[in-house]
T-cell receptor, first 116, second 114 residues
Framework: AQSVTQLGSHVSVSEGALVLLRCNYS??????LFWYVQYPNQGLQLLLK??????LVKGINGFEAEFKKSETSFHLTKPSAHMSDAAEYFC??????????????FGSGTQLTVLP | EAGVAQSPRYKIIEKRQSVAFWCNPI?????LYWYQQILGQGPKLLIQ????????DSQLPKDRFSAERLKGVDSTLKIQPAKLEDSAVYLC????????????FGPGTRLTVT
């Protein structure tokens, strides 16, 4: 079984400020973890992924996330927010829902607002 | 490379009607997924195909939902009859394989059931 909890359904930051989006997971197997971004009326786009290599993962658009097994966390950060970062962000864990195939389970999402 | 294509982008139907969504994955991607995304929630997996075979459909409401991927390429998801609670965005995704492979998402079909 697996699950994802994203703390804070809405986060607001000022342009230029630190972005921190929180994600905690549970998984019965070593997890693969993903962050996706969704802009209005679009599908999801992968920002970054952790697949058991380096615990600090760098992604596109200046985002990065750190896998902390002891805290079962995979928080997303960006040092300086830009107006174009305003979107919905989803954390996901890849594990076994049923059968032998890994599948993604998504969190409920965090809407990021960037204030001028 | 072309992305995942979906059509239609928007659909409005009345309850008890039927509707079908089409997805064309990225060329060469063996794995295809259908997700349901209800407003304010994350996507929920409905069904997963590997080539033209079903890997998992445990979360597909089979009394009204069906999906097929006959030639292992494009796929169709059907709802018959639709209920009000089926209003959602239906996302199709594809990947080269399972597990750690990145899933590429289409733009989705927004279904409104009235």
């Amino acid at each position: 079984a697996q699950s994802v909890t994203q703390l804070g359904s809405h986060v607001s930051v000022s342009e230029g400020a630190l972005v921190l989006l929180r994600c905690n997971y549970s998984s019965s197997v070593p997890p693969y973890l993903f962050w996706y971004v969704q802009y209005p009326n679009q599908g999801l786009q992968l920002l970054l992924k952790y697949t058991s290599a380096a615990t600090l993962v760098k992604g596109i658009n200046g985002f990065e996330a750190e896998f902390k097994k002891s805290e079962t966390s995979f928080h997303l950060t960006k040092p300086s927010a830009h107006m174009s970062d305003a979107a919905e962000y989803f954390c996901a864990v890849s594990g076994y829902l049923s059968g032998s195939a890994r599948q993604l389970t998504f969190g409920s999402g965090t809407q990021l607002t960037v204030l001028p | 490379e072309a992305g995942v294509a979906q059509s239609p982008r928007y659909k409005i139907i009345e309850k008890r009607q039927s509707v079908a969504f089409w997805c064309n994955p990225i060329s060469g991607h063996a794995t295809l997924y259908w997700y349901q995304q209800i407003l304010g929630q994350g996507p929920k997996l409905l069904i997963q195909f590997q080539n033209n075979g079903v890997v998992d459909d445990s979360q597909l409401p089979k009394d009204r939902f069906s999906a097929e991927r006959l030639k292992g390429v494009d796929s169709t998801l059907k709802i018959q009859p639709a209920k009000l609670e089926d209003s959602a965005v239906y996302l199709c995704a594809s990947s080269r394989g399972q597990g750690a492979h990145e899933q590429y998402f289409g733009p989705g079909t927004r279904l409104t059931v009235t």
